[in-house]
């Protein structure tokens, strides 16, 4: 079994930064993407960023893509979501999920709230 645990979210003004990290643990052997989801309220879940873990290769949604940036450190099975020029619109529970050839794991969500 994969835990994820996420860590990193707040609340911040419009035009702030946030940094989230999502660390695996357990059998994380054959994840091959890892991935940030958010869920705003009443919204659907929808994909923000994922990237590749062997090759690096990410791929960003439209909301986010210049103000985001997806990495990961594979020797600490860590993946990071650096947030700038965060907007009222990216207030969102963001979750984080592991895909591997045994399916999808998603961690418990961290809160992200951006407001004046």
């Known amino acids: 079994q994969v835990q994820l645990v996420e860590s990193g979210g707040g609340s911040v003004r419009p035009g702030g930064s946030l940094r989230l990290s999502c660390g695996a643990s357990?059998?994380?052997?054959?994840?091959?993407?890892m991935s940030w989801y958010r869920q705003a309220p009443g919204e659907e879940r929808e994909l923000v960023a994922n990237?590749?873990?062997?090759?690096?290769?990410?791929y960003y949604s439209d909301s986010v893509k210049g103000r985001f940036t997806i990495s990961r450190d594979n020797t600490k099975k860590t993946v990071y979501l650096q947030m700038n020029s965060l907007k009222p619109e990216d207030a969102a529970v963001y979750y984080c999920?592991?895909?591997?050839?045994?399916?999808?794991?998603w961690g418990q969500g961290t809160q992200v709230t951006v407001s004046s």
């Open positions: 990237i590749n873990l062997d090759s690096g290769m990410a």
């Open positions: 357990g059998n994380t052997f054959g994840i091959y993407t």
């Open positions: 999920a592991a895909i591997s050839t045994a399916g999808i794991k």
